[in-house]
């Protein structure tokens, strides 16, 4: 762990590799012929695996109805501003697969075998958000937390990443996460995002319509925006 004023880093997140988790990912049976040689790949790859992450204890101001200042940065999205409302600080994160694992999978060439690493690098990646918010849990006490990424809803676009990264400073690359032009992090398998004391619960997936995402926790709420957000300058998830 590296502490830089209010950011940390954790270098070593713990990941163990659970089988049956990532032959269900893989939607293979115990009877599968590809069982065993799917079990081996995991095994040696998650050997490898060095998932990473960090926080930090951002300070928050409400700055217009749809605007708010983390650490005096500038975040625009109606949704954010509110779910802050009362809150003095927030935790800004980015964990990460690690690039470990990530440079390993790109030296796959089987279509197969960059299947496998794909379900395995996403569970590295969760792992990672696990372990980091229990980290953090057990360091700050936060209560109950929820969290928003940008680019999940509308309201708050993929392009407030590059706010959200000057937040890190220098501690993205540290972990081995770079952001592009185009807003994206490599490795592929990262994820940033802020997270938030509530009372009344927040997910992403309440105010996203898309039916057919397999990644949904929670139904859609049609009706959760105008109670709770709008407006003005409302957006949504629309």
């Not at 590809?34 to 490898?48: C, S």
């Not at 109606?78 to 980015?94: E, K, S």
């Amino acid at each position: 762990m590296v502490q830089k004023d209010s950011l940390t880093i954790v270098n070593n997140l713990p990941f163990v590799l659970d089988e049956g988790t990532l032959l269900q990912r893989l939607h293979l049976t115990a009877d599968s012929v590809f069982v065993e040689e799917a079990l081996r790949f995991a095994r040696e790859a998650a050997a490898l695996a060095r998932p990473k992450g960090l926080y930090k204890v951002s300070a928050v101001e409400p700055a217009g109805d749809d605007t708010v200042l983390l650490d005096g940065i500038l975040f625009t999205s109606r949704i954010l501003r509110v779910n802050l409302d009362g809150r003095h600080r927030a935790f800004p994160f980015l964990a990460t697969c690690g690039r470990e694992l990530d440079d390993w999978g790109r030296a796959l060439e089987d279509p197969m075998e960059l299947f496998w690493a794909d379900a395995l690098k996403e569970l590295a990646l969760e792992a990672a958000v696990q372990a980091l918010g229990a980290h953090l849990a057990g360091k700050y006490q936060p209560g109950e937390q929820a969290a928003m990424n940008p680019g999940s809803l509308p309201d708050w676009p993929i392009h407030e990443q590059r706010a959200l990264f000057s937040l890190f400073g220098d501690s993205a690359a540290a972990i081995g996460v770079t952001l592009n032009d185009s807003f994206l992090m490599s490795p592929v398998k990262s994820i940033s995002g802020l997270w938030f004391q509530t009372d009344v619960g927040f997910v992403n997936c309440q105010l996203c319509p898309r039916e057919e995402c397999p990644n949904r926790r929670v139904p859609h709420d049609p009706h959760l925006f105008e109670k709770r957000y709008g407006p003005p300058g409302a957006n949504g998830g629309h």
